[in-house]
């Protein structure tokens, strides 16, 4: 990432990001042989996530992004069994447990457009303690009408 920074600047860095981590999730996940990855996704990132996409009118993305299992067309499918689960409370497990939960912004993305929605989630929240579920639901209910054309999701022929 040091070497994208100093090339394109903060401005769109976590595409880059995003791009890396799920291809490195991919190979491991090939690597092993699995045929489901699941990760740690919890309700405060679906909600951040479909709050962007609404804001970017993103449809494409809006249509995949709450879904529970995600990528079943393709060679491994994604699942988010937390996505119900408040960030707050996994972190409430944790420590009770004392099982070691390792939380860090990244040093790349002070002003990242997923912090701002994340200040207004958390904001919302201290209004309205169900907002997270409302917007997950909210992401949830959206129906593309059948007449809209999609845009194609392609692979990339250099980095898969």
């Not at 994208?4 to 880059?16: A, D």
């Not at 960030?87 to 420590?95: F, N, Q, R, S």
């Not at 993305?109 to 907002?131: C, Q, T, V, W």
């Amino acid at each position: 990432m040091d070497e994208i920074v100093k090339l394109i600047g903060l401005k769109n860095n976590c595409t880059f990001c995003g791009v890396f981590r799920r291809q490195a999730l991919d190979r491991g996940a090939a690597f092993l042989k699995a045929d489901k990855l699941v990760t740690g996704h919890n309700a405060d990132d679906i909600a951040e996530t479909v709050l962007l996409n609404i804001l970017r009118g993103d449809i494409a993305r809006l249509s995949r992004c709450s879904s529970i299992i995600t990528g079943e067309d393709g060679p491994i499918p994604r699942c988010k069994p937390f996505k119900y689960t408040y960030e707050k409370e996994i972190v409430m497990y944790a420590y009770f447990k004392k099982l070691d939960y390792f939380s860090t912004e990244c040093i790349y993305s002070p002003n990242a457009y997923r912090g701002f929605a994340r200040e207004f989630i958390k904001d919302l929240e201290r209004i309205r303690p169900r907002a997270i579920l409302d917007i997950i639901k909210s992401g949830e209910n959206f129906r593309i009408s059948t007449t809209t054309k999609m845009p194609e999701q392609g692979t990339c022929e250099r980095c898969g």
